[in-house]
């Protein structure tokens, strides 16, 4: 028999083991009942980490442009620092290449370059309060994406248990549904495990 007439008995014999149960009028086993309650759960479940998942990718998102205009904030004060610095020391040279100067000029001077370098301390203080919020933003975004991440692995596995569950329906075997109910169990660990974990973070459940 070649492979070509071999294929539709195989498709054949696999639709009569589908569907024997229906057939012969058996009654369903008692675990089957089960079935629905499971998938129900399972697809609330799937439900939540899809909405979830959605809201942690956009905090995220948040969190980066919260980032990158700290950063440009730390830049323009460290610009405007370096800015001041270069005045000052324009100013200092001045001074120290004109001995002739009057008192007055001088003083003037003096004060102009005093005047800059006063301005420093804040200005480098304001520079690094930026970068540490950068720092912050991007921690924060690098653990929500982890959390997302981990939420997705607990969604595939919830969607595997629900598949599971419905091919256990149809062909009627225990070994499937228990299967589902282990996977299932699995997901929910995942889920629970990295929603603790953002909890602990400080980030919250929601």
Not at 1 to 28: C, N, Q, V, Y
Not at 79 to 95: C, F, G, H, L, V
Request: hydrophobic residues 45%.
């Amino acid at each position: 028999m070649t492979d070509e007439t071999a294929k539709p008995s195989r498709i054949k014999a696999l639709t009569e083991k589908l569907t024997k149960h229906e057939k012969s009028g058996e009654a369903a086993p008692h675990w089957v009942g089960y079935v629905a309650l499971l998938t129900g759960i399972l697809a609330g479940l799937a439900g939540f980490l899809t909405v979830r998942a959605t809201v942690l990718t956009n905090n995220a998102i948040y969190e980066s442009n919260q980032a990158i205009l700290a950063q440009a904030q730390s830049s323009d004060a460290w610009n405007e620092y370096q800015a001041d610095s270069i005045k000052a020391r324009i100013i200092e040279t001045q001074i120290a290449g004109n001995p002739a100067l009057d008192a007055q000029s001088r003083a003037t001077l003096e004060r102009q370059a005093q005047d800059f370098r006063n301005r420093q301390p804040k200005i480098q203080t304001d520079a690094q309060n930026f970068a540490k919020e950068r720092d912050d933003h991007l921690g924060v975004g690098k653990g929500l994406l982890a959390t997302r991440d981990l939420l997705s692995y607990a969604d595939l596995a919830t969607q595997l248990a629900i598949a599971l569950a419905s091919v256990a329906a149809m062909v009627r075997v225990r070994r499937a549904f228990d299967a589902a109910i282990f996977v299932g169990v699995i997901g929910v660990g995942i889920a629970l495990y990295a929603l603790g974990r953002q909890y602990l973070a400080g980030g919250g459940f929601l």
